[in-house]
């Protein structure tokens, strides 16, 4: 089989979206649009403490009210989340104790949701206050213990190279500085739900659910309510966003499941906005202490990091955010530079706030904040320009593939390049001029930069440890495709890039192709979506498939044209005969023939063409890299900044649909602005969330959003097609460049910026009655 005329045709091409005809349009299919009759809604009773004991809980006002189907607390929904690594129970409705302000206690169950919402308000909680423990301080302190049974260090680890202390103790210099980043969340724009119904004539159980990935939500769900897999469908219909938290498995799910199959009645719960803020998980929260050694010209040759990881008050199941940002941070401390010797330490621990989950880019964004924040620190120690502390640090590309301190191995990428690209884009040499001549005039500019690396298509992610991506392939009788994948898109584009990838493969349209997913009757088990997956290992699924279908096409061709298979071509939606367009079949004509002709097929042949194919990557991890550039201006009367000029420089390997991968990068800029100047989930002495609506918990507005200038480069991975994920990268770039320009811009004040969200009344007090010394 011939593939010498095959070129692609959709592959890096800017190719419409397919899917946005109807998310545009309105006609999308939400979990709040799934409506069945006789269908109940559910409403919480939520924690309004954040550590107590539970004395009395009386539901039987609540019962009585008219329009109340049940009213569920753990005695009547008794499961548990159990942690077997950390030992810790989460009871699916609180029992007993309650551990932080969100915690469901109660579910009602009702005719609608007006009247569950009004039965909560009849719900009495006796609480028994404990005092609760909301800093790393009390944490690691120990003098109360979230989880009695246990001390609040759930989990510990420490990592030193070789040499450490002799490298870190000779170096002529050190720097120290502790980088804080505050709590945040995904805050996508559909909130959370489930629905669960039972098939009165089966008895099989569907669950419909807004998540990442289908199938590990069900393998979660069985595992808990000891359920037979084969009788549970679990669909996912359009997810609006869900950056990693949708990944992550919820209490509230077993709840409507359970009240579902134990009332025999369709059952949904959606979660409004402040549930949302308060029982989605949280991420981030940490604190990095740092130390850096370097010599006289900037080189650094050890970094000390010792870590504190609040996870809140519970594990979440299978993916415990504390360790997952811990470990995503320090595993690429050293980022894109050539630095020796690491010392890490790792402490996470339990408090009583929300649980920690994912967020897009996990410890990428605070990995990256602390990585460029000691280079910023070491260019300031040493009077030196950032930009050269940068240049002799950076990994060459003749040093690739480059083992870091960490033990991570770098597949070939162009740090340098990136780098030296996103300058001339911005504008660098021409700056320190320009910034000179603003800050006579009582203007501070500042510039920043971040190169980053963006570990992708990790064996193991938020979405589960499934190292590999199916796709089920059927070119139906008509010769249309129809392609099915264990994907979980929330707004990515999968259906047109993996339909991009198949279309060249099979030399057809890319509107002749259809791509479902979402459905566990129907799609190939996969891993879902998550940790920047999708392109890297289920695109290479698209393309296995797609070539064990084009294999089925050219023995049925070369068959009907007496020929050898290796002398088949695909071209223009036709198998011929090499050399000879004339001479060959249609891709209909031999789909027709497959399942309607067969007496035509080859004797060793089934009839039919279907495949199913799973792609497992040569490469357990590999990694995108880019650098992004931006310059503000501060107001230090007003501590309001302006984004003046955005550039991003970026190298995902080969790119499938290069307008998907700015659409991308521009939403994780986005992201990056809200997590440097306005998302902090914030709590009082009590424990009490006090950002509980998108009054207090702000988000970058469109005005907030600078145009940007993108540009790509291009060095392909190893694993088939040459993708490397790029999902997270801008979201891990943004805030440490934005941090870096904020603090060249207030230089002269001595201020150096080690804790995001920077809030105006910061830069105010960081400024206020300093004089501007020119540094």
Same mark, same amino acid.
């Given at each position: ?58 539901? =039987? ?190 209490? =509230? ?22 549930? /949302? ?65 690491? /010392? ?432």
């Amino acid at each position: 089989m011939s593939r010498l005329l095959t070129k692609p045709r959709f592959t890096g091409a800017r190719v419409t979206r397919m899917e946005d005809d109807r998310l545009l349009k309105g006609q999308g299919r939400y979990l709040d649009d799934i409506t069945v009759p006789g269908m109940l809604e559910i409403a919480f009773v939520r924690s309004n403490r954040s550590a107590a004991k539970l004395v009395e809980v009386d539901v =039987e006002a609540a019962r009585n009210l008219p329009g109340v189907i049940a009213v569920l607390t753990a005695e009547d929904c008794p499961y548990v989340l159990h942690d077997e690594k950390y030992q810790v129970d989460q009871s699916v409705l609180a029992k007993d104790e309650v551990r932080f302000v969100g915690e469901p206690i109660v579910a009602i169950v009702a005719e609608n949701r007006y009247i569950a919402e009004d039965a909560t308000e009849l719900v009495r909680v006796q609480y028994d206050a404990l005092p609760p423990v909301l800093t790393a301080k009390d944490a690691l302190g120990d003098t109360r213990r979230v989880h009695s049974q246990r001390p609040n260090v759930f989990e510990h680890w420490e990592q030193v190279t070789d040499g450490f202390e002799d490298a870190f103790n000779a170096a002529p210099h050190r720097a120290q500085a502790t980088f804080v980043t505050h709590r945040q969340t995904g805050v996508p724009m559909e909130t959370r739900g489930c629905a669960a119904m039972v098939d009165p004539a089966s008895g099989r159980l569907t669950v419909y659910v807004s998540h990442q990935s289908v199938h590990q939500f069900r393998t979660d769900l069985i595992k808990v309510m000891n359920l037979d897999e084969h009788q549970v469908r679990v669909v996912v219909p359009e997810v609006g966003g869900a950056f990693g938290i949708k990944a992550m498995f919820y209490t =509230e799910y077993i709840v409507v499941t359970h009240a579902a199959k134990t009332l025999g009645r369709p059952v949904k719960w959606i979660g409004d906005r402040t549930e /949302s803020l308060l029982a989605d998980c949280h991420a981030r929260d940490n604190i990095h202490e740092v130390e850096v050694a370097f010599d006289d010209d900037g080189v650094i040759c050890a970094v000390r990091d010792n870590v504190i990881g609040d996870t809140g008050a519970y594990p979440i199941l299978g993916f415990p955010g504390a360790v997952g940002e811990a470990g995503w941070a320090t595993g690429h401390l050293t980022g894109p530079y050539k630095i020796p010797h690491v /010392s890490i330490t790792v402490d996470c621990v339990f408090s009583n706030k929300t649980p920690v989950g994912a967020y897009r880019g996990v410890g990428g964004p605070v990995g990256a904040q602390v990585q460029e924040g000691y280079i910023d620190l070491v260019a300031r120690k040493l009077g030196k320009d950032p930009i050269e502390v940068r240049r002799v640090n950076l990994i060459q590309k003749d040093q690739f593939p480059f083992v870091s301190a960490t033990g991570n191995t770098y597949d070939p990428g162009s740090y340098a390049e990136s780098m030296e690209e996103a300058l001339r884009l911005i504008g660098y040499d021409t700056f320190r001029d320009e910034q000179v001549e603003a800050r006579k005039q009582g203007r501070y500019l500042g510039i920043g930069v971040c190169v980053f690396v963006e570990p992708s298509a990790g064996v193991s992610s938020e979405a589960g440890s499934i190292p590999y991506e199916a796709v089920t392939l059927r070119l139906e009788p008509s010769g249309k495709i129809t392609a099915s994948t264990g994907l979980g898109p929330s707004g990515q584009g999968h259906e047109t890039t993996l339909a991009q990838l198949i279309a060249d493969e099979l030399s057809v349209d890319v509107g002749d192709i259809v791509v479902l997913h979402g459905d566990t009757d129907s799609a190939p088990f996969g891993g879902g979506t998550g940790g920047s997956r999708s392109a890297t290992i289920g695109g290479g699924a698209a393309l296995k498939a797609a070539r064990e279908m084009r294999g089925k096409l050219a023995k049925i061709a070369a068959h009907l044209l007496e020929a050898s298979e290796e002398d088949i071509e695909f071209q223009d939606g036709q198998a011929h005969v090499a050399g000879v367009p004339s001479r060959g079949h249609s891709i209909a004509q031999l789909a027709r023939i497959a399942y309607t002709d067969v007496s035509k097929l080859p004797d060793d042949m089934q009839p039919g063409l279907e495949v199913v194919s799973r792609y497992r990557p040569p490469m357990s991890v590999t990694y995108s890299n880019g650098t992004h550039a931006v310059k503000v201006e501060v107001d230090v009367q007003t501590g309001l900044v302006k984004i003046l000029d955005y550039v991003a420089v970026n190298d995902c390997g080969v790119l499938i649909n290069p307008m998907i991968v700015e659409g991308q990068i521009h939403g994780g800029v986005a992201q990056g602005i809200g997590s440097t100047f306005l998302e902090e989930l914030r709590y009082d002495d009590a424990g009490q969330l006090t950002t509980t609506s998108l009054a207090e918990y702000l988000l970058p507005a469109m005005t907030d959003v600078p145009r940007m200038r993108i540009e790509h480069l291009v060095t392909p991975s190893g694993n088939d097609g040459g993708f490397k994920g790029m999902g997270e990268g801008s979201l891990i770039a943004g805030p440490p460049s934005l941090c870096s320009a904020v603090s060249n811009a207030l230089e002269p004040f001595g201020v150096f910026v080690t804790e995001i969200p920077i809030l105006p009344q910061h830069i105010i007090a960081w400024t206020k009655d300093k004089v501007a010394v020119e540094a």
